[in-house]
């Protein structure tokens, strides 16, 4: 299976002028007063950290290299801060294999794709957003259109379908036969007491034939179809499945958010995701909402979020962190200052933290620009470690840069 940890190192070798990773800018020391002391480190920022660049210039999630790449060349030939940062996304919206923005994004319980999306145009001080749209592939652009077509910000659900229809949107089936087999490996183990799965009461067989196929049948529709899918390769089905039960044990909360800035200093920003795999139907996380998982203000900066929406809504973390950067605070520690407001509410309890993943990005009008994250690691599917990585690229390249972050994840 070609998960997105293969896919992102793919999408880093195609995109243009890759930089060597920065390191993390900021020290860590042992905090030998919570549990399990020997594998949580704190991360003590006391200097304001500035990491710079002259624009134009783009930031974005860790799935983003070749995104912020696409974005900076639509705005060195001249492009709008927001059509570049639309521009860069619908590579990653369209771009199968990332299942958890766009086409291929896992789906909510009920096997549904559900898009959420949210653009702001610094220089005309608009926005528009999206939540909870089926059937189109591209939701930031649908989001654009809420902002350019109407007097409202936030269009839902089946509205939303109708206005991405009135506006020559197609209805397209979102969800791959990989996400759709992860869904059904979900539902199968969900639950030993529901109907999903092979029944526990199985009669006899009648021949050699019967016992054959009930020996097929076994394992159940999702190795079925995994099967079906990787075409006789055993070790291309098994790979599919051990991603599925990773993501079936551990939900993802993948989505991209971009901010770009351009020589005149103008900002824009997207966000844009098919939001925490196997959610209520109809649950909106921050990503389309103004103000949580993005925020401009051309006057100061732009700030996004990934990770659980739920707390960053709880914080209104997008004009939190540029709330803070108006008042000087450079862009990492306005990140790092916001991710202590979600702590502090758990008390800063480290083993509550421990399933708690949020991320924050952010840049200033003056070209500085930062990502910090509440953990050094983020844990995969399968459970293997990976540093807290942000995209950024310039007129030098794409690259990827290491995050700030509060708590070193060592195991």
Not at 40 to 67: F, K, W, Y
Not at 91 to 104: A, C, Q, R, T, W
Not at 115 to 128: F, K, N, Q, W
Request: with cysteine; hydrophobic share 40%; net charge neutral.
């Amino acid at each position: 299976m070609n998960t997105n940890e293969h896919r992102r190192q793919f999408l880093i070798n195609a995109a243009i002028g890759i930089g060597a990773a920065a390191t993390s800018s900021t020290a860590s020391a042992q905090n030998p007063s919570t549990p399990n002391a020997a594998s949580i480190v704190t991360n003590n920022t006391t200097n304001q950290v500035r990491q710079s660049a002259m624009p134009p210039c783009a930031v974005a999630s860790g799935n983003g290299v070749a995104a912020v790449a696409k974005a900076v060349e639509v705005m060195r030939a001249g492009g709008d801060t927001l059509d570049a940062a639309i521009e860069g996304v619908r590579i990653v919206e369209l771009d199968p294999k990332d299942n958890s923005v766009g086409f291929g994004g896992l789906p909510n319980e009920r096997g549904d794709v559900e898009l959420d999306a949210s653009v702001m145009h610094g220089a005309t001080r608009r926005a528009g957003a999206v939540a909870s749209l089926r059937g189109v592939k591209t939701p930031a652009a649908v989001a654009k259109r809420v902002m350019e077509a109407t007097d409202h910000l936030l269009i839902v659900g089946g509205g939303a379908r109708e206005f991405a229809t009135a506006h020559g949107f197609p209805d397209e089936n979102l969800l791959t036969e990989e996400s759709r087999i992860a869904w059904m490996r979900w539902k199968e183990n969900l639950s030993d007491t529901d109907k999903w799965g092979v029944s526990p009461i199985q009669p006899a067989p009648a021949s050699p034939a019967g016992q054959r196929m009930m020996e097929r049948s076994s394992r159940g529709a999702a190795f079925a179809a995994a099967d079906e899918w990787a075409n006789g390769d055993a070790k291309k089905r098994d790979d599919l499945l051990a991603w599925a039960d990773g993501v079936a044990r551990r939900p993802p909360t993948g989505t991209i958010n971009l901010l770009a800035l351009d020589s005149a200093r103008d900002i824009s920003g997207v966000t844009t995701t098919s939001g925490l795999a196997w959610k209520l139907p109809g649950r909106v996380g921050d990503s389309p909402l103004i103000g949580c998982g993005l925020y401009v203000d051309n006057d100061t900066g732009a700030a996004g979020s990934t990770g659980r929406g739920e707390e960053v809504i709880y914080i209104n973390g997008g004009r939190t962190v540029v709330e803070y950067m108006r008042r000087g605070i450079s862009p990492e520690q306005a990140c790092l200052d916001a991710l202590k407001l979600i702590t502090a509410r758990y008390g800063n309890d480290l083993q509550k933290l421990r399933e708690i993943d949020v991320n924050f990005y952010a840049i200033n009008k003056k070209g500085d620009f930062a990502g910090a994250a509440i953990w050094s690691h983020t844990l995969t599917a399968r459970g293997e470690r990976r540093r807290r990585q942000f995209a950024f690229a310039d007129a030098s390249g794409a690259r990827l840069v290491e995050s700030a972050y509060l708590y070193e994840r060592k195991a």
